[in-house]
């Protein structure tokens, strides 16, 4: 397989990251656990370039992602490279079945349930603290030990291999969802509104185990590997295709504080790297706030959300925000358009995007199965052609 090796990766982005032009805009597929490609489109677009090939391995069990491997990674030019943790020793997903569905129970003991046939991926099917009604109910519930050293072991040795073998930017992968995310994902999303907009105790207690949790996590992983990383990621959706899921008012008395005790911690104990923070959705309303908080970057742009365009997006918040992802439509146009039109989104793009350096080209979010490979190689011709 003919490889296009480009030692430069890291001094690449890091370059972007500090919103200069690079020689060529970054490219990131697989970076993070929300820029990645399903593992059947992966598989087809493989195929499309005449790649033989293992079966694709899969890096995201919940969410289908195919494992990209480094020939791959190398013979398309991505410039980053992902580093995550371990699960702990005592824990492994282990897949059930039944008549109807397949699924695994994770550590924080959420139920992930895939219907068959016909399943795509794993959806949340048991909020294991919904039916909490005390502080105390929150507390006796096990909890993973982010402590745990089996979760970190080899963890700086990788980070090292990166450096040194691919010449890549490293992004330090959080452990789990974000803060308001993974409480939800144990309490029910309309539980834990209802707790924020009732001040609940049970509620609090649950954000604040996750935080705790989030703490425990940076500490270890970054001690580790504060020098070898040039990102490191964090995430919470708290949007949707119109606007924020709660109020501003609510955002900045529940979760902004406890977004600013994790952040301000992450860049405490890696102060050269690079906040990447993920929401989903009409973020615009938020984006100061994210300023406020110390966010670098901002991924992805969904350009399909409301007040999402990336012209006014870059006029207005270009100069405190690097853009990572939304170099092409994932809802429409990379799905269903023409090979032409995707070529016309990336071009559109990047003109927006890219001038002054602060753009990493990335999808607005993982490529999904049913994206034709065409329209793939199309996304990234057009990139090179850039």
Not at 124 to 131: A, D, M, S, T, Y
Not at 170 to 195: K, N, P, Q, Y
Not at 268 to 286: E, I
Not at 342 to 361: H, N, S, T, W, Y
Request: charged share 25%; glycine share 8%; proline share 5%.
């Amino acid at each position: 397989m003919n490889e296009t090796r480009v030692p430069a990766s890291r001094q690449r982005l890091a370059t972007a990251l500090d919103h200069r032009e690079p020689d060529r805009i970054p490219f990131d597929l697989g970076g993070t656990e929300t820029s990645g490609i399903s593992v059947v489109a992966l598989e087809n677009w493989l195929r499309f370039n005449g790649i033989r090939h293992e079966p694709v391995g899969i890096f995201s069990l919940a969410t289908q992602l195919g494992a990209i491997d480094e020939q791959v990674l190398r013979r398309f030019g991505v410039d980053t490279r992902c580093l995550r943790t371990r699960p702990a020793a005592g824990h492994r997903h282990v897949l059930h079945e039944d008549e109807h569905q397949r699924f695994f129970i994770d550590e924080w003991g959420i139920r992930w349930r895939m219907p068959k046939p016909g399943g795509h991926y794993y959806d949340i099917g048991e909020f294991p603290l919904g039916g909490c009604t005390s502080v105390t109910d929150v507390e006796r519930h096990r909890w993973p030990d982010p402590d745990d050293p089996s979760r970190y072991a080899g963890l700086k040795q990788e980070a090292q291999r990166i450096n040194e073998g691919s010449g890549a930017g490293i992004v330090m992968e959080r452990h789990t969802g974000g803060i308001f995310e993974t409480a939800w994902w144990l309490r029910g999303m309309d539980t834990l509104l209802m707790d924020l907009a009732l001040d609940s105790p049970v509620g609090q207690a649950v954000l604040q185990k996750v935080l705790e949790q989030k703490l425990a996590y940076w500490d270890h992983a970054l001690t580790e590997v504060a020098d070898e990383i040039v990102v490191a990621a964090e995430a919470d959706d708290l949007s949707s295709q119109n606007g924020m899921i709660m109020s501003l008012e609510m955002y900045r008395r529940h979760l902004k504080p406890l977004h600013r005790q994790l952040f301000s911690f992450i860049k405490s104990k890696a102060p050269r790297a690079k906040l990447f923070f993920h929401s989903c959705g009409s973020v615009h309303d938020l984006i100061p706030d994210l300023i406020d908080l110390g966010v670098d970057i901002l991924n992805p742009v969904q350009v399909s959300a409301a007040k999402m365009d990336t012209a006014a997006l870059k006029r207005q918040f270009g100069r405190d925000l690097v853009f990572w992802g939304g170099g092409v439509d994932t809802q429409r146009v990379l799905p269903f358009g023409t090979p032409q039109q995707v070529k016309d989104e990336v071009r559109r793009r990047i003109d927006d995007l890219a001038p002054g350096g602060g753009f990493v080209f990335a999808a607005v979010h993982c490529i999904q199965e049913d994206v034709p490979p065409q329209n793939i190689q199309a996304m990234w011709e057009a990139l090179r052609e850039r």
